[in-house]
């Protein structure tokens, strides 16, 4: 199965795929844990215009020709953490066939080969897939913070890891 998955460099062609997967995401694993109201605004098309002109900071995986994951992955000069993980999302459908540890360990390799020493990764705190996902893969629970969306606060929790 992973010798067909793909990780490259996002084009300007995979910005539609990735904001589907982006905005798909959002809708399923944020119900609950996010405003309803402010998901239901949460659409393809606006998401399109900001994705679009940020491709390029985006590594896809790709499986027989199809965008079925994305991150977006970020070098830092903070003393703590030198690099991130802004954002990794797998389509809904490809969940659980490893796609988001292979994009995970991908960004590991990543920033290790470019010299960076510790990665981290934020995620809202009631978010229990992911955050068991990054405690899986080797992830300390770091530091808290408060994120808004739609006008309305939300904790977050960050992991960090040695690379």
Do not use: P
Request: hydrophobic share 35%; charged share 35%; net charge negative.
């Amino acid at each position: 199965m992973n010798n067909k998955i793909i990780i490259r460099n996002a084009t300007k062609d995979d910005a539609r795929q990735i904001t589907e997967i982006i905005v798909e995401d959002w809708k399923k694993a944020y119900s609950g844990i996010i405003d309803q109201a402010f998901l239901d605004t949460y659409n393809v098309e606006e998401r399109y215009e900001i994705e679009v002109k940020r491709f390029d900071k985006y590594y896809v995986a790709v499986l027989d020709n199809e965008v079925v994951g994305c991150e977006w992955l970020e070098m830092l000069e903070e003393e703590v953490s030198d690099s991130e993980i802004i954002a990794l999302y797998v389509r809904y459908a490809k969940r659980n066939m490893g796609i988001g540890k292979l994009l995970f360990e991908y960004a590991m390799r990543h920033f290790k080969e470019s010299g960076r020493k510790k990665m981290i990764i934020w995620c809202l705190k009631d978010n229990q897939e992911a955050r068991k996902f990054y405690e899986k893969v080797g992830g300390k629970e770091f530091k808290t913070s408060t994120h808004n969306w739609g006008g309305k606060d939300y904790d977050m929790i960050s992991y960090l890891y040695d690379l």
